[in-house]
């Protein structure tokens, strides 16, 4: 069942969300080779929890930590841990926050240093993907015109692998709610947009094949073929004419571009 928000909800919803924002800007200030993954999701943690909120994904289903970060050929879910970041590296930062009764999800691919310029390509078009779903994302339209419009920019155009597995989803006082968002499918197809519903949209692309396995950690999604993979991921409410986008990327890349240690020349 699609649960349509009130108003009011739905302002409580972008306040998660652009806490989330908030939190990806610090660590787009943040990032730098040497830091290890473990070092990004203690700031993180802490920055929620001091802004009086809680992370959405801590615990979710015995999911261990704050955030979710991907490194490389890892395409989401990501455990962060002793890796030890360095030039050459991109990786997704993916955070949920649950705040007066309501959650936000975001994500966004950062490159650390130089990367190879392939590897560039694969996160411009990965981001544009997403404004590529967003703009289909409008009351009477249907899941699949989202899925099909990321499907076409990434896989048809640029040959990248759209990842089956895993999708978007709807959101609210759950992090997970009805409908489930494919990054793959028909136009037409599947549950119809109504306004004031809330939804995650996040293309999960990879340079490579689509192919995935599950490492051994039982959530780390990876490239069959360990070629890199991009995640972007915004919250936003349908509405008639154009969708509402409840977090931000502004201050992300703001950050990024001051951040000498990081590549955000795309
Ligand atoms: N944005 C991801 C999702 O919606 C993050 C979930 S991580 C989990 O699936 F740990 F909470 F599962
Ligand atoms: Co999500």
Not at 30 to 52: C, E, H, S, Y
Not at 69 to 88: E, T
């Amino acid at each position: 069942m699609i649960i349509i928000k009130t108003n009011a909800e739905i302002e409580l919803i972008r306040e998660s969300s652009l806490l989330v924002s908030a939190t990806l800007s610090e660590v787009a200030a943040f990032l730098k080779p040497g830091l290890t993954t473990l070092q990004i999701d203690k700031m993180a943690d802490d920055f929620i929890r001091d802004n009086g909120a809680t992370p959405s994904f801590k615990n979710y289903k015995g999911y261990p930590f704050a955030t979710c970060i991907s490194v490389n050929d890892a395409v989401v879910h990501g455990f962060p841990g002793k890796h030890v970041l360095r030039a050459g590296d991109i990786i997704s930062v993916d955070v949920g926050v649950y705040k007066n009764g309501f959650h936000g999800d975001s994500a966004y691919t950062f490159a650390i240093g130089e990367v190879a310029p392939e590897v560039i390509q694969l996160m411009a078009v990965t981001r544009e993907s997403l404004y590529k779903g967003i703009e289909k994302a409008v009351a009477g339209n249907r899941v699949g015109d989202i899925a099909h419009a990321i499907q076409e920019y990434t896989e048809k155009k640029h040959g990248y692998g759209v990842v089956r597995e895993l999708v978007g989803h709807g959101l609210g006082r759950h992090l997970h709610e009805d409908p489930q968002v494919p990054n793959f499918g028909k136009k037409g197809s599947g549950p119809k947009l109504k306004e004031n519903s809330v939804i995650a949209i996040e293309p999960m692309i990879n340079l490579g094949t689509k192919d995935v396995y599950y490492d051994t950690d039982g959530w780390t999604v990876r490239t069959k073929d360990g070629k890199p993979a991009a995640h972007y991921e915004h919250t936003i409410c349908i509405k008639k004419h154009k969708a509402d986008v409840l977090s931000s990327f502004e201050g992300i890349i703001a950050n990024e571009k001051k951040n000498k240690e990081l590549f955000s020349d795309y």
